[in-house]
């Protein structure tokens, strides 16, 4: 096993994973927001909000990543829209998070007491009231340390976009490998980078976990 490469090429692994944390914040952030509306409207009473939510949602969990990322970055053009990679690269895994978000929020909503939602109505809130002061806020506990595993989730999962091009990780580590005829060792680096991210996000949800459950 030889790692003297890294002297030369650790910048490829720094910058390759810049750019990863940066898709997978922005996928879930846009997946977290984009997730919330589909769990509201699956939740909704409207028949055809919750139509539109739910057949939404079966799709694009019914469907390869990268089938989705395949259609936005070659799809779009077609219709006039080009986009710059790393933005189909964040559009793709972001639409792909919403529909795994909107079921963990629209769980962590049902997990909350029916009776808190009833004893709102009855202290004359209406129901949007009663679902942003009462639910939501009792949902949160349930919802934010399942959230931290779809951020782990997309990190792995943001190493697809490099068939488009974008200079992450994965597609950094192929870049040493071809300069350097070592097939193996970069694949460790950036086995050893994902694993480092990974964990310490873990370690972080799981402590932020902790700090909820001692605020009960």
Avoid: C, W
């Amino acid at each position: 096993m030889d790692f003297s490469f890294l002297s030369e090429y650790y910048m490829f692994f720094i910058n390759g994973a810049k750019f990863t944390l940066i898709l997978a914040f922005f996928s879930v952030f846009l997946g977290v927001i984009g997730g919330t509306i589909f769990a509201l409207m699956k939740i909704s009473k409207n028949v055809i909000l919750n139509m539109i939510a739910s057949v939404y949602v079966e799709i694009i969990r019914g469907t390869p990543v990268l089938v989705q990322l395949y259609i936005i970055f070659y799809g779009l053009p077609y219709a006039g829209i080009q986009l710059p990679d790393m933005v189909a690269g964040i559009i793709a895994l972001s639409i792909n998070s919403s529909a795994y978000v909107a079921e963990i929020i629209r769980g962590g909503i049902n997990s909350v007491d029916k009776g808190q939602m009833e004893a709102a109505r009855s202290l004359g809130m209406s129901y949007n009231m009663a679902m942003i002061n009462i639910i939501i806020p009792q949902a949160v506990k349930t919802i934010i340390p399942v959230l931290g595993n779809e951020f782990i989730v997309i990190i792995k999962e943001s190493s697809i976009v490099s068939i488009i091009g974008i200079h992450e990780l994965s597609y950094n580590a192929d870049t040493v490998r071809g300069n350097i005829f070592k097939p193996f060792e970069p694949l460790l680096v950036s086995a050893f980078i994902y694993f480092v991210m990974t964990f310490t996000l873990s370690k972080f949800m799981k402590r932020v976990e902790e700090r909820m459950n001692i605020s009960d």
